[in-house]
C-alpha cells in the first residue's frame, strides 16, 4: 500500500541508511531485500561530483530510490545549513535529513541549533528531515519551524537497544496526529521496529542494525516484515493491555457433555 512521504508517493515504510556494509554488493542486495524507497546517503562519505564511490552511486542509480542526503556530523546550525545547500546541488534534490550534533559521546542532537538550522532551510524551500529525541517540546518548535516530517530517536544512534521512551513516542504519536514520524536510530531488532509501527509511527530508519548483521540481506528482509506487520496490526487496532484477567470463553454457553 503506497503512502504519501512529502511530495513523494512511495510503497515502502523503512528507509534505510547506505554506510556501514562489508560491501557495496552487500549493501544493494540489503536495500532490494529491504524493498525500500529512500536511501540515506552522507555528503562527507559519497560526493558523486568528485566521483566518490562510483559504484556506489552506479548501484543506487539502477535501483532507482529517492536519495535522501544527511548533515551527519555537522557540531553547528551554520555548518548543517552549508552542507545542506551543497547537498542540494550535488543530489538535485531539496530533501535533506538535518542533523545537528551537540554531544560526542551519546552523539544526542543539539536542540537549539536544530531548531535554528530548520527554520532556516524551511525557508530556503528545503524538505527538511530532522533527526530529533522523543522531546515533544522540540518536536513542536520544529513543526512550527516548517518541518512537515519530524524524526525522534527510539535510543541514541547505532546503540540497538530499542525504545526507551515508549511513553515520549506515544505522546508525540498523539500530539502531533497530523505530522509525518518516523523513528530514526537506536532500532537494534526488527522486534523494535514492529513495536514503534504498532504505535502508528509513519515508518523507521535504519542503518547499523542491519548493515552491521551477520547477515545483512536477511536482516534487511526480516525488518521489512517486521515493518509491514508492525503497520497492518496498527490499521487492525493492537489490543489494550488489561489489569486483569478475561476468559476468551465465557462461561453463559459453555459447551458441556450430558452424562447418561
Not at 517540546?137 to 541514541?156: D, F, K, T, Y
Request: aromatic fraction near 6%; charge should be negative.
Amino acid at each position: 500500500m503506497t503512502w504519501q512521504l512529502a511530495d513523494k508517493t512511495i510503497s515502502s515504510r523503512m528507509l534505510l541508511g547506505s554506510s556501514l556494509y562489508p560491501s557495496p554488493d552487500i549493501m544493494r542486495e540489503a536495500i532490494v531485500k529491504s524493498e525500500s524507497d529512500v536511501v540515506t546517503v552522507s555528503l562527507r562519505r559519497h560526493n558523486p561530483a568528485l566521483q566518490g564511490g562510483a559504484s556506489f552511486w552506479s548501484y543506487l542509480n539502477d535501483l532507482s530510490v529517492h536519495v535522501l542526503p544527511n548533515t551527519a556530523g555537522c557540531m553547528s546550525a551554520k555548518e548543517a545549513i552549508v552542507t545542506a545547500q551543497m547537498a542540494r546541488e550535488l543530489f538535485n534534490t531539496r530533501w535533506i535529513k538535518l542533523e545537528v550534533i551537540g554531544n560526542d559521546y551519546t552523539l544526542q542532537p543539539d536542540p537549539i541549533a536544530l531548531v535554528e538550522a530548520a527554520k532556516e532551510l524551511c525557508s530556503q524551500g528545503f524538505e527538511v528531515f530532522p533527526y530529533c529525541t522523543e522531546d515533544l517540546v522540540i518536536a513542536e518548535h520544529l513543526v512550527h519551524a516548517g518541518c512537515r516530517i519530524v524524526m525522534p530517536w527510539a535510543a541514541p544512534i547505532g546503540s540497538g537497544r530499542g525504545p526507551v521512551n515508549l511513553e515520549g513516542l506515544m505522546l508525540l504519536r498523539e500530539r502531533l496526529k497530523e505530522v509525518t514520524l518516523i523513528v530514526d536510530a537506536g532500532l537494534g531488532a526488527p522486534s523494535h521496529a514492529a513495536k514503534v509501527m504498532e504505535l502508528g509511527f509513519d515508518g523507521v530508519l535504519l542503518n547499523t542494525a542491519v548493515a552491521q548483521a551477520h547477515d545483512p540481506i536477511k536482516m534487511a528482509s526480516a525488518f521489512a516484515k517486521a515493518v509491514d506487520a508492525g503497520r497492518e496490526a496498527y490499521i487492525a487496532g493492537v489490543m489494550r493491555p488489561r489489569d486483569h484477567a478475561s476468559a476468551s470463553t465465557p462461561e453463559v454457553g459453555k459447551p458441556f457433555w450430558h452424562q447418561e
